[in-house]
């Protein structure tokens, strides 16, 4: 008689661990196949007080010893600069340093995510307080499995490359507004800035006027002010303004940052004649929705 401890072991083998390792034996075969992607940086001075960038501690030193600066200083400075992922445990010593390192593609590699810090940075944490992604996605899905292509929400699929730099990473839950993934490459400030003070009729987006002051007119108008048209929606009682405040500011700078628009090895640009299928697949599948609502009603 066969007992049936081993033969219970062959069942639980053939049934629950080979596939396991049949799955990871071909994700391992498909790794292996993807075209290799440099993600090759080069580290530059980024001064916060004046807002410019340099290639090199010696060009800061330059740059400084040019204005009649302290050289000492500077180079102290350039050799103290704190990096990107220490400014998240930051304290007052390292805010008094006014220089960051952060790096950029080099010249002649393929495009891919960078770190991004600063407003951006201020932005996302403004973004996420006032709970976006509840309702919004950053995520474009691709065109087989919905209509963000046809709807024009990027030019190809999101990856996970596209987020290694993020944390967290705000892919977010729902989509009760659109995808914001390339929100960066539909709108602009003004634009970003009015859905955000007063979103337009029939939005489902509650609106933010917190986030932006209304204030009279005396002298000359500001700067930052937004800069709507006569009777437009939202514009504010004559002889007064719309002006963001900071906050505003940062997140409008997070949200035209939110670009996917370079190529992966694994997320290529679909073709044109593959987004005109997809929008052709997509406005059917609007016209059948419509079709159905109205024979249901």
């Not at 190809?156 to 839950?173: E, F, K, N, T």
């Not at 002051?213 to 048209?229: N, T």
């Amino acid at each position: 008689m066969i007992s049936r401890f081993p033969v219970f072991f062959l069942v639980l083998l053939s049934t629950v661990v080979f596939p396991w390792l049949f799955f990871l034996f071909k994700g391992e075969q498909q790794l292996s196949v993807l075209e290799s992607a440099s993600l090759e940086q080069e580290t530059y001075l980024y001064d916060r007080v004046h807002d410019k960038s340099y290639n090199t501690p010696g060009d800061y030193v330059a740059a400084v010893s040019a204005t009649g600066g302290d050289i000492a200083k500077a180079e102290v400075e350039a050799a103290s600069a704190i990096k990107p992922w220490e400014v998240k445990n930051n304290t007052r010593a390292k805010a008094r340093i006014k220089l960051l390192s952060l790096k950029r593609n080099v010249e002649g590699e393929p495009v891919h995510p960078v770190w991004k810090g600063g407003n951006i940075l201020s932005g996302k944490r403004v973004y996420q307080a006032q709970g976006c992604f509840h309702c919004h996605t950053q995520q474009v899905r691709q065109k087989e499995f919905g209509v963000d292509i046809a709807r024009g929400w990027g030019q190809r699929q999101s990856v996970a490359r596209d987020y290694i730099y993020d944390s967290p990473v705000l892919l977010g839950i729902s989509r009760v507004g659109p995808d914001l993934a390339n929100v960066g490459t539909r709108m602009d400030a003004a634009a970003l800035h009015k859905h955000i003070y007063r979103p337009p009729h029939g939005s489902n987006m509650p609106a933010y006027p917190f986030l932006y002051k209304v204030r009279e007119i005396r002298g000359a108008s500001s700067a930052k002010a937004i800069h709507f048209k006569e009777g437009e929606f939202g514009a504010p009682e004559e002889g007064f303004e719309v002006v963001p405040k900071p906050e505003a500011e940062y997140m409008v700078s997070y949200l035209l940052n939110l670009k996917q628009d370079y190529e992966l090895p694994e997320s290529r640009f679909y073709l044109e004649e593959d987004t005109a299928d997809s929008a052709e697949s997509g406005k059917a599948t609007v016209d059948g929705n419509a079709g159905a609502k109205e024979s249901h009603e």
